[in-house]
């Protein structure tokens, strides 16, 4: 399979559409799921949060009082279970992902799933088998993954320059993850698996062919990295079509969130993320500029994206499916970060192992 079949979702096409808005659970309401329930409470139609659950009862309790109607149910799986509710969103600790997802495709129900889908690829496998089970079953697929970048306006606009030739053939990509700072417990591991898995799924995106190794160089460490952290790190993909892609990660530059995107082609390259839309050169020609602003963190600079993504999803819910990246994008990240703590421990090119679906 192709690596954007997925991005559409596979809808039934005889669905049940219920007639009132799409009942959303919630679990888990740590920043990001909070966040999620205040953009489905005031800025997504035809959805609405019914329940919240999270670990701490006192946060959940907080988090219910600001939505109508929203109760409080202590045991995730509960919630899910609940006949009231048609769709969960997961926002919990990742160690809690597969038992939630796994048991949302038990019950039928559509799941926006936030990265990472689940702790390792053998464990993200695993669900992407059950979801293949039940959709030779029902026709229907349940799992998206919060990889939210697909749904930011500069990258699909990128995207589709791609996909229709207008840079050639992509031969390089060219990425930057910058944050002004991180937890004093972040460590050059979670480099990889928290930051670099979003250009692990931008790659497989902007490409649509699959990461087949991974190499990680450590530069000179900043002095703000965290104490014994290699920080920044350089990445280097290869994909199974021979493209090269380079990462620079650098969590710790004291100045702002910056994610910048290049693909350079046979033809020409294009840029996003410099806050001035996409930026083409082809020919001699380079589109407009303008000094670039840097968003303070993630929930600025995605904020739209994350807007797209779940109307989206409540959109495709409502019908009984979903509508962006899947379980199989949400393994092919885990494995390829794999390779990447590989890499980065061995110090050795090290390449991706995945299993064949």
């Not at 497989?204 to 087949?212: G, K, M, Q, V, Y």
Request: one cysteine or more.
């Amino acid at each position: 399979m192709t690596t954007t079949e997925t991005q559409a979702g596979v809808l039934p096409a005889m669905a049940d559409v219920p007639a009132h808005g799409l009942r959303v659970a919630v679990l888990g309401v740590g920043m990001m799921g909070a966040d999620h329930v205040a953009r489905l409470h005031s800025r997504i139609s035809g959805a609405e949060v019914v329940t919240v659950s999270d670990a701490s009862a006192e946060k959940a309790e907080q988090v219910a009082a600001g939505v109508p109607r929203c109760r409080v149910v202590g045991d995730p799986l509960a919630a899910i279970a609940d006949d009231g509710v048609d769709a969960v969103l997961v926002a919990t600790p990742g160690q809690f992902h597969e038992e939630q997802v796994l048991a949302c495709i038990e019950h039928g129900k559509p799941v926006l799933c936030e990265k990472p889908l689940t702790m390792d690829a053998d464990s993200s496998i695993a669900v992407v088998r059950a979801e293949d089970a039940y959709t030779a079953r029902t026709g229907r697929r349940l799992v998206q993954v919060g990889f939210m970048r697909r749904f930011d306006p500069e990258y699909a606009q990128l995207r589709a320059l791609v996909a229709e030739g207008g840079l050639g053939e992509p031969l390089i990509v060219h990425c930057a993850h910058r944050n002004a700072a991180v937890p004093p417990h972040f460590t050059s591991e979670m480099m990889v698996n928290d930051s670099v898995v979003h250009e692990v799924d931008v790659a497989r995106f902007l490409l649509d062919e699959e990461i087949a190794a991974v190499t990680v160089l450590r530069p000179r460490a900043t002095r703000h990295a965290v104490a014994g952290q290699s920080d920044p790190l350089l990445v280097l993909f290869e994909t199974t079509g021979g493209r090269l892609v380079d990462v620079e990660v650098f969590v710790s530059t004291g100045v702002g969130y910056e994610v910048r995107t290049e693909v350079v082609g046979e033809d020409g390259s294009a840029v996003i993320g410099l806050d001035a839309g996409l930026l083409r050169t082809s020919g001699g020609a380079a589109g407009p500029s303008r000094s670039a602003g840097i968003a303070p963190d993630f929930r600025v600079r995605f904020g739209r994206a994350y807007d797209v993504e779940l109307q989206r999803w409540a959109d495709a819910a409502r019908r009984g499916g979903i509508d962006g990246p899947g379980a199989w994008d949400g393994y092919a990240a885990q494995a390829v970060c794999a390779a990447g703590v590989e890499a980065l421990r061995t110090g050795r090119r090290t390449e991706v192992r995945l299993e064949q679906r």
